[in-house]
């Protein structure tokens, strides 16, 4: 039984060190996420219905609908949520990923990425920034014009512009990033810079106009999560190319919904295995504390199943400026992650590590067995709806989660 797992995993893991994630393009969500239409909303995480939701998934179904034009106030909103009317259904089961509470509606631009290798696709939005946004459940009329001036503005300079170049290899500059002082997940200042330097030339060819260059060139110089949202979807393309595998005790995504934190694993379809998720243990922005916190939300944990985050933080020591911590503790999480991995991806050379690949591959066995869960860096959001973003820290998954996946997995295995 052994070997077979073994050899089920080296499959697994074979599939994700050869992939190849590149950037294609930027559509309609509704044009081209498998099984999106009008009446239909994505959130992060394992499927959750309205009555079990968060407060800051609440805020960003709300905005959603005030931005679909699907109501005209936030009490209006709330009881269309409430009806029924709306479908309410996890990114994952889509082919897509979002930040925090991971809001998808119809008429939201996309990045659509592509694996090279394998052929799969993969979707995730455009990146709002910091602070108060939709994403944390903030829904005001700021929030929903910045989203407005994205979709109409932005994303066709950025569609064209991304055309225009070619597409660009996710993995190629996800490395480089890493070797800069990335982690790809809380950190991607580096990735920004590069992203925003491989589009300049073709955002200022393709716009309709200088000030128009300008505004979206100033908008991604000044966001340093811009990279966030295509690492999040090559990691799912990723790791969805692992998926299916019979044997497999693999993690193929790890997810929150701001009320239950939730594995996939390769080898055990499409089951999710749940527990209550936690609050983090972070930095504060002023005013506010843990007792504002909601518990851990997003679907951004795919870059820890795909090998970086928190699982590449000794190659970004700064982080501890933003999430709290030491340099030593961030170099310390690395090493113990390669006690629950399958192996190491050597395209994401660490160089404080003589630049020896990322941790790569969770292991449901070895979580178990080890007593060491994975570590996620993550943002903070408040707990209410419609405030946004509070903070920034460090969460563990619960063990639970892991237990459920080893005794599913013997059971299908006999």
């Not at 498998?34 to 079990?52: K, Q, S, V």
């Not at 990723?238 to 299916?244: I, V």
């Not at 999710?272 to 506010?288: E, H, I, Q, R």
């Not at 843990?290 to 939300?297: G, I, L, Q």
Request: glycine share 12%.
């Amino acid at each position: 039984m052994s070997s077979r797992i073994d050899e089920a995993n080296r499959e697994a893991l074979e599939r994700v060190l050869k992939s190849r994630p590149v950037l294609k393009t930027i559509a309609i969500a509704r044009d081209v996420i498998p099984g999106m239409d009008e009446n239909t909303l994505l959130h992060a995480g394992p499927p959750i219905t309205w009555d079990r939701m968060s407060g800051p998934v609440r805020g960003a179904v709300i905005g959603a609908l005030l931005l679909e034009g699907r109501a005209s106030t936030p009490e209006e909103a709330a009881e269309l949520a409430a009806s029924g009317k709306i479908r309410f259904d996890s990114c994952h089961h889509h082919q897509a990923v979002g930040p925090m509470a991971g809001l998808i509606s119809p008429s939201m631009p996309v990045y659509v990425v592509e694996n090279e290798t394998y052929g799969n696709r993969a979707y995730a939005t455009l990146n709002e920034g910091y602070g108060k946004v939709l994403r944390y459940g903030a829904y005001d009329e700021e929030v929903l014009n910045r989203l407005r001036w994205m979709a109409n503005t932005m994303a066709p300079v950025l569609k064209a512009a991304i055309e225009a170049v070619g597409g660009i290899d996710l993995k190629a500059m996800m490395a480089q990033a890493i070797h800069m002082g990335d982690e790809g997940h809380n950190r991607n200042k580096a990735g920004s810079a590069l992203f925003l330097r491989a589009l300049a030339g073709a955002i200022a060819r393709n716009a309709p106009d200088a000030e128009t260059a300008a505004q979206v060139l100033e908008f991604m110089a000044g966001n340093e999560l811009t990279f966030l949202n295509p690492v999040m979807a090559a990691c799912k393309a990723t790791m969805d190319a692992a998926h299916g595998i019979e044997g497999s005790t693999m993690v193929t995504a790890m997810a929150r919904n701001g009320t239950d934190f939730g594995i996939r694993v390769s080898g055990l379809g499409d089951r999710w295995f749940t527990a209550p998720s936690k609050v983090p243990d972070g930095l504060y922005f002023p005013g506010f504390g843990p007792e504002h916190a909601n518990p851990d939300v997003g679907d951004s944990t795919i870059t820890e199943t795909a090998g970086i985050g928190g699982f590449a933080m000794a190659a970004a020591p700064a982080i501890v400026q933003f999430i709290g911590g030491t340099p030593e503790m961030a170099l310390e999480a690395t090493h113990e992650m390669y006690e629950i991995t399958l192996g190491e991806n050597e395209a994401f050379g660490i160089p404080h590590l003589n630049f020896r690949g990322t941790p790569t591959g969770i292991d449901i066995r070895k979580v178990v067995e080890t007593g060491i869960v994975p570590r996620i860096n993550t943002g903070i959001a408040h707990k209410e709806p419609g405030i946004g973003q509070i903070g920034a820290g460090l969460v563990q998954p619960p063990m639970e989660c892991f237990i459920q996946a080893v005794e599913a997995m013997a059971e299908a295995l006999g």
